[in-house]
């Protein structure tokens, strides 16, 4: 069993950045693939991005250019920076980790982005 915890969120104003953390318990972390999802009020779960065992990466359209997506294995994070931080930026974000040769798939419990004036 694997737990994941989000960290990171909070208030910030249209242009800024935040950089979500999620850390994950247990060991073999390096062969997750690290999912970022999120969702808004009213709305559903969308993702957001993903590095993969390899450390590929790839992103939603809506936040390529502004988000990167990173990992640390030796730490067992998973990270994502934000930039250029948007109203329709807000929502809750959750990371997920997934192995499918296992048949592993884990979530956190999320942390608020909150992006306002």
């Known amino acids: 069993q694997v737990q994941l915890v989000e960290s990171g969120g909070g208030l910030v104003q249209p242009g800024g950045s935040l950089r979500l953390s999620c850390v994950a318990s247990?060991?073999?972390?390096?062969?997750?693939?690290m999912d970022w999802y999120r969702q808004g009020p009213g709305k559903q779960r969308e993702w957001v991005a993903r590095?993969?065992?390899?450390?590929?990466?790839n992103y939603a359209g809506s936040v390529k250019g502004r988000f990167t997506i990173s990992r640390d294995n030796a730490k067992n994070t998973a990270y994502l920076q934000m930039i250029n931080l948007q109203p329709e930026d807000t929502a809750v974000y959750f990371c997920?980790?997934?192995?499918?040769?296992?048949?592993?798939?884990?979530w956190g419990q999320g942390t608020q982005v909150t992006v306002s004036s």
């Open positions: 997920n980790a997934r192995n499918g040769e296992f048949g592993f798939d884990y």
């Open positions: 590095i993969n065992s390899g450390g590929s990466k």
């Open positions: 247990g060991r073999a972390f390096s062969i997750y693939d």
